[in-house]
């Protein structure tokens, strides 16, 4: 996977990614974290089922 860092706590910008939890397709997603608080969600185009795509549930 090709993500920027994952580790901190609590400070600067980072990106995790993570598992759309709203239904059974359980796309990959990408979130963007500027301190504690999300602010970005994408579809991850390295998750192996979704790759890259997110339903408009998930988007929402």
Same mark, same amino acid.
């Given at each position: 996977?090709?993500?920027?860092?994952?580790?901190? !706590?609590? $400070? #600067?910008? &980072?990106?995790?990614?993570?598992?759309?939890?709203?239904?059974?397709?359980? +796309?990959?997603?990408?979130?963007?974290?500027?301190?504690? !608080?999300? $602010? #970005?969600? &994408?579809?991850?185009?390295?998750?192996?089922?979704?790759?890259?795509?997110? +339903?408009?549930?998930?988007?929402?």
């Amino acid at each position: 996977m090709s993500h920027a860092s994952r580790t901190g !706590t609590g $400070t #600067g910008t &980072r990106t995790a990614p993570r598992i759309c939890p709203l239904c059974e397709a359980t +796309c990959g997603l990408t979130l963007t974290i500027e301190g504690t !608080t999300v $602010t #970005g969600a &994408r579809g991850d185009r390295d998750d192996i089922f979704s790759r890259g795509f997110i +339903c408009p549930k998930g988007a929402s």
